[in-house]
């Protein structure tokens, strides 16, 4: 029961919760428990249109200011209710396990590119307040970015804040040349700009490489796409070995914005993994 319970709370990344408008609770794998999600884009714009992506934009997105004391609210709301019964109360969490319902994480993941927007050095703030008011839960901080706005200062500005205390950057790295990279993200920001503000971000504050890879139509990264993006990790790693903490492969698991995505086989990861910890010593995870 449990296990099943966990799949449905793991597949279920629904940014509707209840009231809120801005925050939701998810059980996250890569978290390890459960995260408290903000999402400032309800409007679903992004600086990439990955193939992959799962965020419906069949149904437009609101265009609504972004409200911080509001906001606040909603992250106060989630935590009174997990720390009453664990989200007991509610139907997606009540049937999962204790421990694996355990607040981790704070995490700016959106239906789109948080970075975007213009409040984003404040929300980095209210985050940095949220984890000082609960002490009790050792929360970390977490950005999920496709690493566009990475360079600008005021975004930096925000990354500052964010790593102060537990925080970290989950950075989007997909390819390893160009074609690829253009078949994957569809961005109109180029892979060398994604590489440089990877660099440049890894160099200050502490970074994790999130990397997706799956089939589409029928094509897959190639071997020597495999030993370009190996490259690209390496000019990372080599940047700053102490502030890389790890690489992250996943594959797709729910619906695509395309039905030419697949899921590739586990193995491919796997061989991906070996291949990068031959190179890098660097943690390599899969999901
Ligand atoms: S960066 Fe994320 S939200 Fe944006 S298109 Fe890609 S998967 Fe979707």
Known sequence: MSEKALEKAWSDHSRLWEHNIWVYP?????????????????????????AYCQVDRTIPGKKQEVDIARIEEEIETIIAAYEKNGLADFSTFKDVEEEKREIKDISLSGDGESTTVKE?????KLMRKMQDKYPNHPLKLTLITNATMLGLPSVREGLKTLTEKRGEIWAKLDAGSSEWYKKINRSAVSLEKIQQNIESAVKDFPLRIQTLFCKIKDEFPSEKEIELYIARL???????????LGIQL?????HTATPDVHPLEKSFLENVARK???EIPTEVDIY
């Open 26 to 50: 998810v059980i996250s794998r890569r978290a390890g428990g459960l995260s408290i999600g903000i999402n400032l884009n309800l409007d679903k714009r992004c600086s990439f249109d990955c």
């Open 120 to 124: 984003f050095p404040e929300v980095c």
């Open 234 to 244: 390496k000019r990372i790693y080599e940047v700053s070995p102490k502030n890389l």
């Open 250 to 254: 996943y594959g797709v698991v729910r």
């Open 276 to 278: 990068i910890q031959r």
